[in-house]
Each structure stands twice: as C-alpha cells, then as structure tokens.
C-alpha cells in the first residue's frame, strides 16, 4: 500500500536543531514534488515548506525561512526537513504530502497522500 510516513521529531530546547524525514512506500518519490506542512493545537494546517520533483526549486514560509532547509534523497525515496533555530511557536505536528497538482505550493489541497505527522516540541 502507497504511503508516506513521517519521523524525527521530538523534544528540543529553543535555539535547536532537529531533523525530519518522509519516507515514501509503494511508489517512486521522484515522480513528486513534496511539501511539508504543520499543525499546531487549536490552529489550521499552515504551508512550511516545498521541493520540485527534480530538486532544483525550494520553498520557504516566511516564517521558517532561513532556518529551514528542505532536500531530498531520491536513492532513499525520503524527503528531508533540516530545522534549525527552533522557536517554541515551531512547536507542531509535522505533516509531509505529495503535490498533486499544477496548482501553488502553498495550499494544502493541492496535496495527498499525507503522512501520520511527527510531533515537534520546543521547550526550554
């Protein structure tokens, strides 16, 4: 059965680092653009970030950006999210997804296939 499934997360103190795998079963990654999504307790899904089917293009939410860092592996049919300087608003679950459509990259509903998430505590 196709799937996604998320890892790494954890318990971090501020200034921190972490980083989160996607690993994908049942079909070849490299046919996807991925993102990486998060859900905080009591708020909507809000967009992290994104990577092109081929690697070349990456995609920051401003409020991540220049802290995160989004790769992949295709050897390894896994996407990565490297986190660094972790704040306690980046407390979350971690969700990644397959684009599957044209449209942004930002917007949850152009995406399935989502993973179980990945709980991200930030916490002194």
């Known amino acids: 059965q196709s799937h996604l499934a998320e890892s790494g997360g954890g318990l971090v103190q501020p200034g921190g680092s972490l980083r989160l795998s996607c690993a994908a079963s049942?079909?070849?990654?490299?046919?996807?653009?991925v993102g990486w999504f998060r859900q905080a307790p009591g708020k909507e899904r809000e967009y992290v970030a994104a990577i092109n089917w081929s690697g070349s293009n990456t995609y920051y939410a401003d409020s991540v950006k220049g802290r995160f860092t989004i790769s992949r592996d295709d050897a390894k049919n896994t996407v990565y999210l490297q986190m660094s300087t972790l704040k306690p608003e980046d407390t979350a679950v971690y969700y990644c997804?397959?684009?599957?459509?044209?449209?942004?990259?930002?917007?949850?509903?152009?995406?399935?296939?989502w993973g179980q998430g990945t709980q991200v505590t930030v916490s002194s």
């Open positions: 997804a397959l684009k599957l459509s044209s449209g942004n990259y930002y917007s949850a509903h152009n995406y399935g296939y």
């Open positions: 049942g079909f070849i990654l490299d046919h996807f653009a």
